[in-house]
């Protein structure tokens, strides 16, 4: 759980978000270091949805966990994911 106004999001829509003195409260389903930075997977239960579609829904949200994790953490975060169980397949998302 993070305040919104901590946190750094270089975003139109998530910058609004940015001038309240509310929390955001998340789980990150997965995240693991590397040698060069921080990876997260989000995984997605989402049924009938493209890989496509499910990096739309959820870009938003991995953009505030890469902002969390590097609030909380001090460390870069250098990619994200998304994991579809139905696809069985995942898609990297722009953070």
Do not use: C, N, P, W
């Amino acid at each position: 759980m993070v305040a919104v106004s901590e946190l750094d999001i270089d975003d139109e829509a998530l910058g609004k978000l940015k001038r309240s003195d509310g929390m955001i409260k998340g789980i990150i389903d997965l995240m693991f270091e590397e040698e060069d930075g921080i990876v997260i997977v989000d995984y997605k239960s989402d049924r009938g949805v493209s890989l496509e579609k499910l990096k739309e829904r959820y870009s938003m949200q991995l953009k505030l966990y890469k902002s969390a994790i590097e609030l909380t953490t001090g460390k870069k975060v250098k990619e994200a994911y998304l994991y579809s169980f139905e696809k069985r397949e995942h898609i990297a998302v722009e953070i």
